[in-house]
């Protein structure tokens, strides 16, 4: 059996969502930071408000320029893991970035906090309260804050991330017309059943432990997840996208990710593979493909 | 940024953090942790003392079966999650090898009432050798060690202390119970990584502070550390660069390039690992067998 299964209901569930979610004011803040900042780039530290009266915070670049004119942007959305870096390499090309630092990240973790592991089956028996249905609106919602930006020029925005950045970036993409380009690398969480049984490592393991100590949950669980697999988001991405994933990744099965990718409707998505490489996704040999694509879409 | 080289109390220095962990009572406590347990291993979570009787945290794996394990000490990542086993490697290791993943002061489960931030850990207390956050992360490296080393199921004689940094070296060196490291060195040799825009950050908007930064650093420069360290070595980097301290170490030591790829270089430590402690084979993630 294929999955996921595209819930009946997935469209009414997240446009009921992004509805809500729009009636929050964003009650945006925007702290330059002079310690990061430079003769180049001045780096900025943002708030947000997102549902469940949840601040966001989030690291915003400028490029210095003496042009009064509006620039593009690029947003950089963030690993599982991690904490997000400051995005400054695109500056140097002429974009702002703003790099999302989402629900549970240092930063955006006063009121909600389950760690890592810990946040992907936080309420994951339920998709009302689940712990990425927020996380997903965070990201969304990054979107609303460039657009309240006077210096950004809203039909000039791309998207980019890696790992659950890449799923993040497939999701905004699907969900958010505003957005005109995305590049995903190894996008996170695709298939999630099926990349628990292949994977067998973190992040997708803190599922299968769950599911280890309460298997009376199963079903429940399975049904959440489909309102939060990049695959059923895929189906719905009708802007110029790349995606790229390495064969051998041990983080997001490589069966999984092509289902993301060929379940993506835009005709001309730009598909990398790349053998011999992991979780990686070949980023390194990707770095001018990326920025030549970004361009071509955004300047 | 210039050289930093040697002070002439490094040796008191260290001496001095080694001498304070050791009037410094473990009072660790173990919990069962049923959630992050599997059919290889069982996982407890680990409470414990460092450097000022500050308290950490860690996740402890013990492979069901007959020990002793070789056991992997994996210290602190520059972020602040501590998963019992890192993203990416297979959940069977933890059937081989007792793994402890410790935060180090400032990470989940050890903020309190530190807690670290990214970027700025790194130059945190910076101005002086004495205040730098990092002389206290050493000591919680060492400190989850001297823990591991009291765990019954280990062998003693196969200690790995493996992360993708330069903290292994400085642990290795101090820690003469070490017997392997894997490490990536980088700031503290004077090496580009993320660290290194947060130093840049800090000369820029401190540019009078720059030789207190550099004399605090002098204490970490790996070259001071490499003398000690007698365990079999595996260093992350260019050859080129790494091939002076790597002739330093006392241990015998191989150096890999990257390949940029998490595949073929994790493939590689893991048959590194597993050639150097014995093992026909490494274990390794099922997509990275064929």
């Known amino acids: ?299 | 940024m210039e050289e930093f080289g040697r002070p002439d109390d490094f040796e008191d220095y260290w001496n001095y953090l080694l001498l304070r962990l050791k009037k410094i009572p473990l009072k660790a406590k173990e919990v069962l942790n049923p959630l992050h347990s599997n059919e290889f291993c069982k996982c407890y979570e680990v409470f414990f003392l460092s450097f000022d009787s500050y308290k950490l945290f860690g996740y402890l794996s013990i492979p069901f079966g007959e020990g002793p394990f070789p056991a992997i000490f994996s210290g602190s990542s520059y972020r602040s999650a501590v998963e019992p086993l890192s993203q990416g490697e297979t959940k069977e290791k933890r059937g081989r090898f007792v793994i402890f993943s410790a935060a180090s002061r400032g990470q989940r489960n050890a903020d309190k009432p530190f807690v670290a931030k990214y970027p700025g850990l790194f130059t945190e207390g910076i101005d002086s050798p004495y205040s730098y956050v990092y002389r206290k992360i050493v000591g919680d490296w060492l400190r989850g060690i001297q823990y591991l080393v009291t765990r019954p199921e280990i062998d003693r004689k196969q200690i790995i202390v493996a992360k993708h940094n330069s903290l292994p070296i400085i642990a290795g060196s101090l820690c003469p119970d070490i017997t392997h490291v894997v490490a990536k060195p980088g700031c503290f040799a004077g090496i580009n990584d993320k660290n290194s825009e947060e130093l840049n950050d800090y000369f820029r908007m401190y540019p009078d502070k720059y030789k207190c930064v550099l004399n605090t650093l002098s204490y970490f420069n790996l070259k001071n550390f490499c003398k000690g360290l007698r365990a079999r070595t595996l260093l992350w980097g260019s050859s080129d660069v790494l091939k002076n301290l790597a002739s330093d170490i006392s241990g015998k030591t191989d150096i890999q390039q990257s390949e940029q790829s998490q595949f073929k270089d994790g493939l590689h430590e893991e048959e590194w690992i597993a050639h150097n402690l014995g093992f026909s084979d490494p274990i390794i993630p099922s997509c990275w067998k064929n």
Request: glycine share 6%.
């Open chain 1, 1 to 299: 059996m294929r999955e996921p299964l595209f819930p009946k209901d997935f469209n009414v569930f997240w446009n009921d969502l992004l509805y809500k979610s729009s009636k929050i004011p964003l009650n945006e803040t925007c702290e330059k930071i002079e310690l990061r900042s430079s003769s180049k780039t001045d780096v900025s530290l943002v708030h947000y408000d997102s549902i469940d009266n949840i601040r966001i915070a989030g690291w915003y670049c400028l490029p210095h320029t003496t042009s009064k004119k509006k620039i593009p942007a690029i947003i950089h959305m963030p690993g599982y893991i991690g904490e997000p870096e400051i995005p400054i390499n695109h500056t140097f090309d002429g974009y702002a970035t703003f790099g999302v630092i989402t629900r549970g990240k240092l930063q955006s973790n006063n009121k909600f906090n389950p760690g890592f592991p810990g946040l992907l089956t936080h309420n994951i028996n339920d998709r009302d309260t689940y712990s990425l249905r927020g996380l997903y609106i965070d990201a969304i919602r990054a979107v609303d804050f460039l657009l309240s930006r006077d210096e950004i020029d809203s039909d000039r925005i791309g998207i980019t991330g890696g790992s659950q950045g890449g799923g993040l970036t497939i999701i905004v993409a699907a969900l958010r017309p505003e957005v005109r380009v995305a590049v995903a690398a190894a996008p996170f969480p695709c298939g999630f059943i099926k990349s628990i049984e292949l994977a067998k490592t973190y992040p997708f393991e803190e599922i299968a432990e769950y599911l280890r100590l309460f298997p009376n949950q199963k079903q429940k669980v399975i049904e959440t997840l489909r309102y939060f697999d990049v695959i059923n988001f895929a189906k719905c991405v009708e802007i110029p996208i790349m995606v790229l994933f390495g064969v051998q990744d041990s983080v997001c099965p490589v069966e999984t990710v092509m289902e993301a990718c060929e379940a993506i409707p835009y005709k001309n998505k730009k598909i990398y593979s790349y053998d011999g490489h992991g979780h990686d996704a070949g980023r390194s040999n990707h770095v001018s493909i990326t920025k030549k694509y970004f361009n071509h879409y955004l300047k």
